[in-house]
């Protein structure tokens, strides 16, 4: 942490945040320069908050050194974390893709999609069973019902399952169901759900909250890992701008940073991202590009007739065309699909 | 300056930073942590560009210490500036409110709305001939004559002029009409703008841009500032954000974070920052009651018949109304904002 001083602090102003360093375990060292002076506190000071020292006579502000993870920062692991599933490697070199309908609707359309992206080269089946919705009268999901549905499609086509959780209740029987469990963008700061499935056993996709930073998802998904879970896969899905023609708007830059910052694999979501099934084969390809190590898409039987996201979902043929798109793009950038 | 080192940044990682350092003229002072190297730069950091010094090897991070601008800053000049102007106070204890059509139309119009402005309290006039509209085929302002009626119409009622110019082209022309001079969102990061209005002799009044941080706008006053021109006022008008129900996002945090920082007077357009006439009023006390010095507000005698903005402009007794009720909130803050005795001007010839 560095302090620095008003300009003008008095020398009892400046002694007295010496002392405090010094009283909370930390050693200080203070840099005297021609307008004001700073003050350096020097030791691991990621649980002080910044702001007990901030609200000290003199003080202008406190910047922070330290990075306020450290589990999930790539310092403390400096080679990528590479989660085993089914003899798929998330993380490694292979480009692994996750796709399916928003929703797990009826047996027939769940079935219909896992075979559809299975033919077409998907790794993982994504489903949702629980559903956060924005209307409490949308259509909520299908619930255990759905679990079971996507359990089923899973063993017909030998394709792990991924699924969201929405509460600490639901875990167990999640965790029952699904071979990844997922933490949805409007639970990314759900700090008791977070520690849930840091106990569950199994690995989490962590989806980025739609207003939050790089910072906070990474200090998110440090509560999943702090309570035992180093199965983390980090996944971007957009972010809220001002811009209305699209969805939300896709933070590639994410990709990059979050591979420099953290050791943990990052998915990418283009079809939360964009909310136009027609934007998504371009932002599905520029994610690989940008370095992402798997996708997770939306795909539908028959997007018309979908209970939820009607307007992102892939049509199969969509998919597989993707999926062709994929495999001649990824190995440019040294990956496999 | 401050910059972080990397930890296991080497020692001619360090070593090198040092040099550059002092071949810059400054001095190092090296902190050495638990975990990585710390190097204060000492000397007046604002020429350097942290960025520039990120991108050196063995770099984590660069903090600032010393804002990046100086005329502007409370420190260089601790008590507020206060612009007077034909007897007028901007930024002293006295609000000030500015209102009138976004455009000149016609002399019809402006007259109409200079009277109604100034019976309800208002001091100073605006409207725009030169107008920044998002499309090429929208009406682009009267120009000229546009000024020349702006300026008749604010003598015969009795009121100042605050007109936008455009291009450093036009700031002697639109000088010759204009009390003061404005600096709109689109144009707030158009330096020979700003330096051009930076030599003129009128006072300015700086909009922040839509999507610029406060800093930055305490950047583009500077550069007037630095040009020799010291009567600047700025003008928080909403920000862009996601919501789409506004036409933008007051940022009224901007307010007192800007008293903080600056001296300089801070006006607020709740026009702009709200787009719906409804919202206006309240956005209007609001802002006083943070701490504005004054607001620039639209006004139109026939807002349905405007040809720009007519959805947040207010009617005459709109205006009025909320004059009074801002009179009520001035003096709770410990404002002043006289619209007692503005007796109803008879109507010009």
């Not at chain 1, 299908?142 to 499609?153: I, R, T, V, W």
């Amino acid at each position: 942490m560095i302090i620095i001083m008003r300009m003008g602090a008095s020398q009892q102003e400046i002694a007295d945040v010496l002392h405090k360093i010094e009283a909370d375990g930390f050693r200080s060292h203070p840099i005297y320069g021609v307008e004001r002076t700073v003050i350096g506190v020097i030791g691991d000071d990621r649980a002080k908050r910044p702001d007990t020292y901030e609200r000290m006579p003199g003080v202008e502000r406190v910047d922070r050194v330290l990075r306020p993870f450290k589990l999930a920062g790539r310092e403390f692991h400096p080679d990528d974390s590479v989660i085993q599933l089914n003899g798929h490697a998330i993380g490694g070199t292979e480009v692994i893709v996750m796709a399916g309908p928003c929703s797990v609707e009826s047996r027939e359309q769940i079935m219909e999609a896992a075979h559809a992206v299975k033919e077409a080269g998907a790794t993982i089946l994504r489903g949702g069973a629980f559903k956060p919705r924005t209307s409490p009268y949308s259509f909520q999901g299908l619930g255990e019902y759905g679990l079971q549905l996507l359990k089923e499609a899973s063993q017909a086509t030998g394709l792990p399952v991924i699924t969201e959780v929405l509460s600490t209740r639901d875990a167990p029987l999640v965790a029952h169901y699904a071979d990844i469990l997922q933490i949805g963008t409007r639970n990314m700061q759900n700090f008791a759900l977070l520690t849930a499935v840091g106990s569950s056993g199994r690995p989490v996709l962590l989806k980025r909250g739609m207003s939050n930073t790089i910072e906070e998802l990474l200090m998110a998904a440090e509560y999943i890992l702090a309570a035992g879970n180093p199965r983390v896969i980090l996944c971007e899905r957009g972010i809220r701008t001002f811009e209305p023609a699209t969805r939300f708007t896709l933070d590639l830059n994410a990709v990059p940073l979050i591979k420099q910052l953290s050791h943990l694999p990052v998915v990418v979501d283009p079809s939360q991202a964009t909310g136009k099934w027609d934007l998504v084969p371009a932002m599905s390809k520029a994610a690989v590009a940008a370095g992402a190590d798997g996708l997770l898409i939306e795909v539908h039987p028959n997007p018309s007739e979908a209970l939820s996201d009607a307007a992102q979902q892939l049509k199969p043929d969509t998919f597989a065309q993707l999926m062709r798109d994929l495999k001649m793009l990824a190995p440019a950038v040294g990956r496999t699909v | 300056m401050v910059i972080v080192m990397r930890s296991g940044a080497s020692q001619g990682e360090v070593g090198a930073i040092v040099s550059r350092i002092e071949e810059l003229g400054y001095r190092a002072h090296l902190s050495q942590g638990v975990e990585r190297t710390i190097i204060g730069v000492i000397g007046d950091e604002r020429p350097l560009d942290p960025v520039a010094w990120e991108m050196l090897p063995g770099v984590e991070n660069v903090v600032r210490i010393l804002k990046p601008y100086k005329l502007a800053s409370r420190e260089f000049h601790p008590d507020n500036t206060v612009i007077t102007l034909n007897g007028l106070r901007i930024g002293g204890e006295e609000i000030v409110v500015m209102a009138g059509p976004c455009s000149v139309e016609s002399r019809e119009q402006i007259t109409e709305a200079a009277q109604a402005v100034r019976e309800a309290g208002a001091t100073i006039l605006r409207g725009g001939a030169f107008k920044p509209r998002t499309s090429p085929y929208a009406f682009q302002g009267m120009g000229e004559p546009g000024l020349k009626l702006l300026r008749e119409a604010a003598d015969a009622t009795g009121l100042l002029v605050v007109t936008e110019v455009m291009s450093p082209a036009e700031v002697s022309l639109v000088s010759q009409y204009a009390d003061i001079l404005q600096i709109g969102t689109r144009n707030m990061q158009n330096y020979a703008l700003l330096h051009a209005v930076g030599e003129a002799h009128r006072p300015v009044l700086l909009k922040r841009g839509m999507s610029s941080t406060i800093e930055e706008l305490l950047m583009a006053a500077e550069y007037i500032l630095s040009h020799g021109n010291y009567r600047v006022m700025l003008c928080e008008r909403g920000i862009r954000t996601f919501e789409t129900y506004t036409r933008n996002t007051l940022d009224i945090n901007a307010v007192p974070a800007l008293k903080t920082l600056t001296h300089l007077p801070v006006i607020v357009d709740p026009s702009h920052a709200t787009g719906r006439r409804e919202l206006v009023e309240a956005a209007s006390l609001a802002g006083i009651a943070a701490g504005a010095d004054g607001l620039i507000v639209e006004v139109h005698t026939h807002p349905d018949r405007a040809l720009s903005d007519g959805a947040q402009s207010l009617t005459p007794d709109q205006f009025a109304h909320m004059m009074a009720r801002l009179a009520r909130v001035a003096e709770a803050v410990d404002r002043k904002l006289d619209i007692a005795e503005k007796a109803p001007l008879a109507v010009a010839p």
